[in-house]
């Protein structure tokens, strides 16, 4: 009863759409919580090195620099800043298939994203190399990472590679130099071979 000694009544639809929508809200509580960032480790390395990995092994090589993309000999891309192409290799010895999904290119204070979406996965026993191309800003590249890891929905624990390039603040000028005019030719798809 309502204080002026009124009845309120409810009717069955408004009480079943409010029900809902606290289920609602409960699902996407638990959807959140589900989905906050897991917790990982760096597992840090240099170019040319093996680092151990997710029960894999990753190498990151070639470095390359330029200012346009090109496949076949057309331009698919050009930048005013500068494209990063990283050449990673995977090998999974283990018994389980790795996949690392997610990619970005961090200094001192800046994070670049991956220009493309490719993603570096083996099966046991099999190896794959991959060109990952970042856009950068060629001011801004001092101490050049490329952080690599497996990016899943559910995910409690896991490894994050974080591999030096070799670029520094003594010879970032060189890279820039090298970058001007230069066209880039990414791999269109990740080399799979089996391991001896």
């Known amino acids: 009863m309502s204080r002026s000694g009124r009845r309120v009544e409810v009717s069955r639809e408004k009480l079943v759409g409010v029900l809902l929508a606290l ?11 589900v989905n906050d960032p897991a917790d990982f480790t760096y597992v840090d390395g240099v170019r040319g090195q093996t680092v151990d990995i997710e029960q894999a092994e990753l190498v990151v090589g070639d470095v390359q620099v330029g ?14 800043g500068m494209f990063v192409l ?51 800003d060629p001011a801004q590249i001092d101490d050049l ?7 899943a929905t559910v995910q409690g624990f896991y490894q994050r590679g974080r591999v ?17 005019g230069r066209e880039l030719q990414p791999a269109r798809s990740g080399a799979t071979e089996a391991l001896p």
Not at 100 to 125: C, E, F, H
Not at 173 to 180: I, N, S
Request: glycine share 8%.
């Open 86 to 136: 990283v050449r990673a290799r995977l090998e999974v010895p283990g018994p389980s298939k790795v996949s690392l999904n997610g990619a970005q290119l961090i200094t001192g204070d800046r994070t670049y994203n991956q220009w493309s979406s490719n993603t570096l996965r083996a099966d046991p026993g099999f190896a794959q190399e991959e060109d990952l191309v970042f856009e950068v």
């Open 67 to 80: 200012t346009r993309l090109v496949d076949r000999g057309r331009v698919e891309a050009e930048t005013q």
């Open 23 to 33: 289920a609602c809200l409960a699902f996407s509580a638990i959807g959140l919580e």
């Open 145 to 151: 990472s490329l952080e690599i890891w497996a990016a």
């Open 164 to 180: 030096h390039l070799g670029i520094t603040a003594d010879n970032a000028d060189q890279w820039r130099q090298a970058a001007e």
